[in-house]
């Protein structure tokens, strides 16, 4: 993987990581302000929030390998 690579997986990990936040933070004030009430919206919000994290941690251990990989050669 070229340095070009990195940089490029390294900016995609910084935007997956500002989508998981965001999700987060909506599934946060789910919780702080619209609960009970908004129960309904609680599978939706979770499934949408565990996929951005689970797209930030993939693309994280990407990043890992990539570098570690750099470090090595």
Same mark, same amino acid.
């Given at each position: 993987?070229?340095?070009? /690579? $990195? $940089?490029?997986?390294?900016? +995609? $990990?910084?935007?997956?990581? !500002?989508?998981?936040?965001?999700? %987060? %933070? !909506?599934?946060?004030d789910? $919780? +702080?302000?619209?609960?009970p009430? #908004?129960?309904? +919206?609680?599978? #939706?919000?979770?499934?949408?929030?565990?996929?951005?994290?689970? #797209?930030?941690? /993939?693309?994280?251990?990407?990043? %890992?390998? #990539?570098?570690?990989?750099?470090? %090595?050669?």
């Amino acid at each position: 993987m070229s340095n070009e /690579d $990195v $940089v490029a997986l390294d900016k +995609e $990990v910084r935007r997956l990581k !500002r989508i998981a936040s965001e999700w %987060a %933070a !909506r599934m946060h004030d789910l $919780v +702080e302000e619209r609960l009970p009430a #908004a129960y309904t +919206e609680i599978p #939706a919000m979770s499934q949408f929030t565990f996929d951005a994290c689970k #797209a930030w941690a /993939d693309a994280s251990a990407r990043l %890992a390998a #990539a570098q570690q990989k750099g470090t %090595a050669a």
